[in-house]
């Protein structure tokens, strides 16, 4: 599989699944994301102002795309942003708009592994992380700067962000904003739907599980899909099913009922029966599962959300899990760019070592005094490894600019697995940057996961 774009953690054979669910939001519909960033934000503080009293000034707050990334946690006592390594050690930190330095974040958390089940951390990992995120640490900034503006602690400024992004949701502002201006905010891809119809024709049945409600889904499916369809009329063709507002994570634990809807008019019945092809509200993977005799790993599911799409759903169901990951375009490209980078990194690490090695063994003789050592030689030692890890820190500081100017690497902290690509690796199957990636392979593509060797194998 070195050609694909499809990244394997835990072998699948596509061959084998049946069924192949997709969410709608940031999955199967593409956004611009710049675009629907700036639209959440600029909304988050419109209702921060109108339904929380905060200062007018917050409704003028700029959004800046490059400030945040996806998979940081919010310190709702302290008002910081981390960003964690796979044990959850904080690997960077900011304080409003600034990077706290070594000190002052040694100081304020020591080593510490954070607790991501307290109540004190809010992970960001949604599809709105950068605007959420930045939003915040401008509030924290705003705060900081002027004492007299009266504004709420950290923790309820927290709150208040989430809650106002939930009403963005609740009551249509964001939806009615895209639906206004689709071309500003959906990205049509022709061949994807092309490539689902060819999925089709070698037996597969494609669903829609998404949370949006049917009114914005059938917007957003007759825009995105039906222009395309060369062998269905529909959408409603197309699709073994559509099951909307489906309330994720709870659809894969919970028992809610499932509706029926009627397509042509929106209007929604009690439903008992067994599933059928056609179009829903709510409902549970149990019954989805039990009624069309599926075991979970005849199902392969695909979303964006590390949380409500893929977490959830592998403690709660056998499902299969692919995730797309949209930064990973971005972080693929400049991997490749910084090769001649690391690769110096490399080989100043390879003339340290033997440095280091010397300096290790003069130092112990010298405290046990076992002879006496060469005071010159330690003393220039310490100079030339102080030199060399002086030129590493400048060529992976120009290494990280190349990402996120803030926080580098989405995948990485550090050396090690930042905490979202931990999450990820231990959830997902397989995992992508667009689902067309996957689409575009062979039905009965094989996925093989790669030997991973352990410390001691290396």
Known sequence: MSNSKVFVNRTLNLKRI???????????????????????????????????????????????????????????????????????????????????????????????????????????????????????????????????????????????????????????????????????????????????????????????????????????LDYAINPFLKEHTSWVDLFEMVITFAQKPKFFYDDLKFLKVDPATGTMSNMDEKLTRGVYQSGNARKFTEDLGLNGDDILYIGDHIYGDILRLKKDCNWRTAMIIEELEHELKNNKLNEPIIAEIDTLMKTKEPLEDELTILMTKKIEKDSAVDEKRIDSLQDQITAIDTQISQLIRKQQAAYNPNWGQLMRAGNEESYFAYQMERYACVYMSKISDLFTLSPRTYFRAPRRPLSHEI
């Open 18 to 220: 049946k069924y192949i669910g997709l969410d709608m939001d940031h999955t199967l519909i593409r956004y611009n994301t710049e675009n629907f960033e700036r639209l959440s934000h600029t909304k988050i503080c419109e209702k921060l102002v109108t339904r929380k009293g905060y200062p007018e000034a917050v409704r003028k707050l700029q959004f800046d795309l490059d400030f945040a990334l996806r998979g940081l946690v919010v310190d709702r006592k302290k008002g910081n942003l981390l960003k964690l390594n796979r044990y959850t050690a904080i690997r960077n930190s900011f304080h409003g708009l600034k990077p706290l330095d070594f000190k002052a974040h040694q100081k304020v958390y020591k080593s510490i592994y954070i607790d991501l089940s307290k109540s004190d951390y809010l992970a960001i990992d949604t599809s709105f992380s950068y605007s959420l995120a930045h939003a915040y640490s401008q509030l924290v900034e705003m705060k900081d700067a002027d004492p007299l503006l009266k504004m709420p602690d950290y923790g309820q400024m927290a709150d208040d962000v989430l809650d106002a992004l939930d009403e963005a949701h609740r009551d249509g502002s964001l939806k009615d904003e895209v639906r206004k201006n689709l071309g500003d905010y959906i990205i049509k891809d022709e061949a994807l739907v092309h490539a689902i119809e060819k999925f089709k024709k070698h037996g597969k049945k494609i669903f829609i599980l998404t949370n949006s409600d049917f009114h914005y889904s059938k917007l957003l």
